[in-house]
């Protein structure tokens, strides 16, 4: 009995033993820029939008991914990291940065490899699916909806993303947040295609109105999502914008 006694002092001391390892502290920020304009990626906020990959590729050739979320506004910032050498990438409605053939070997590879310390900063830059493009602003019309225009054309010449789009919509929300995930179905314009007949429209001056009557007064953001037959729950957005009541 007493042998037993200490071996269950023994496994209780294990079990009190206290984590001493530091905390995550170091930081990877920067930004999804169209290799094209310069400007950032705009994207969704949270699931659907742009998302940057992991690998801690210190320990392990063949590590198990970390993701963390970019901002709507393609650019990302995580103060919560260890210190480690990472493979690093981003993911969203651009064409990949690694590219495989049929057998899986590698074609193209723009991710980054860094051994991070304290702080890195990285860009990358992308071929977004669609370029989403203001024309104007946002028109307030005297019974209060609000017609906005708009071009779409595509961002890149790979054949293997210049599917025919499905989907064209103006979103309504009462926050900056605004696309997919968030909008008001009272007031937003969706619109989906079938076949070419949403294709036929990149490089159209596309003119939207708010459905269901006047809106109210407050601040409310207008933004468009346009996204191709891909496979994907992936938009590209232009920035979102406001009007002044008068």
């Not at 393609?74 to 690093?88: C, L």
């Not at 899986?104 to 493009?133: A, C, E, M």
């Amino acid at each position: 009995m007493k042998r037993y006694y200490i071996v269950a002092l023994l496994f209780c001391a294990a079990c009190n033993k206290i984590d001493n390892y530091p905390a995550p502290s170091c930081t990877i920020a920067g930004s999804t820029i169209d290799e094209v304009t310069g400007q950032t990626v705009q994207t969704e906020a949270g699931g659907g939008g742009t998302r940057v990959k992991l690998l801690e590729t210190s320990y392990s050739s063949n590590p198990v991914p970390q993701y963390f979320q970019s901002m709507q506004s393609g650019v990302f910032n995580d103060t919560k990291i260890f210190a480690a050498t990472y493979n690093v990438s981003v993911e969203g409605p651009f064409v990949p940065l690694v590219q495989t053939d049929a057998n899986g070997n590698v074609t193209s590879d723009s991710s980054q490899n860094i051994v991070l310390k304290s702080i890195d900063s990285l860009h990358f830059r992308v071929q977004p699916y669609l370029r989403i493009t203001w024309v104007g602003q946002p028109v307030l019309n005297p019974d209060t909806t609000v017609t906005v225009q708009f071009i779409v054309t595509r961002g890149t010449n790979n054949p293997n993303y210049q599917q025919d789009i499905t989907d064209i919509n103006l979103y309504v929300s009462n926050t900056q947040y605004d696309g997919n995930y968030n909008y008001d179905p009272r007031y937003s314009k969706l619109n989906s295609y079938s076949g070419s007949t949403g294709t036929a429209l990149l490089g159209q001056v596309i003119t939207l109105t708010t459905i269901g009557g006047a809106l109210p007064a407050q601040d409310v953001y207008f933004r468009v999502g346009a996204r191709i037959n891909a496979g994907l729950d992936e938009y590209n957005y232009n920035a979102p914008v406001s009007v002044t009541y008068p």
